[in-house]
């Protein structure tokens, strides 16, 4: 099975990394910080505002099993990309809606996806130049506390 890499950001990673865990085709998630310029960082950091990333989910997925279109349909249901900068309560440029594609063919799927919604959809939509893996104990966070998300819990 060779596998792709996708990466998005849809406010707090916690639901995200959750939601995606259960897709049939992903096979494995890690949260952690992308789209900024300070590498290495730490999640006080990147809540402090100063990093220019976003909290993300990146995992590998079959795509064999499941395509590249469907983790977006997902990713765009299970967080409301009209906000910018923000999920819910959470505030701030960490929590913007954004996709970061791996090859052309992602980012031509990304926009196509985000056209689809009209002008009012915010999501940035750019080419993965880091990524800085979250701290263990942000990884698998819901599912260690025996929580799982869902879009309507994510998505207010």
């Not at 085709?25 to 590498?39: H, I, P």
Request: hydrophobic share 40%; proline share 3%; net charge negative.
């Amino acid at each position: 099975m060779a596998t792709k890499t996708a990466m998005f950001g849809a406010g707090c990673f916690w639901g995200v990394e959750a939601e995606f865990r259960r897709v049939e085709g992903v096979t494995v998630t890690e949260v952690g910080y992308a789209g900024g310029d300070k590498v290495p960082t730490t999640y006080q950091e990147v809540c402090g505002g100063r990093t220019g990333h976003a909290e993300v989910v990146r995992f590998a997925y079959d795509p064999e099993r499941v395509a590249y279109e469907d983790l977006l349909a997902i990713f765009f249901t299970i967080h409301d990309p009209t906000q910018l900068n923000r999920q819910g309560p959470d505030v701030g440029s960490q929590y913007r809606s954004a996709i970061f594609y791996f090859d052309a063919d992602q980012e031509q799927a990304a926009r196509a996806a985000k056209q689809r919604l009209g002008e009012v959809a915010v999501t940035e939509i750019k080419m993965i130049t880091s990524f800085v893996k979250a701290e263990e104990y942000h990884q698998q966070y819901l599912a260690k506390r025996g929580q799982i998300a869902c879009a309507s819990t994510i998505r207010k």
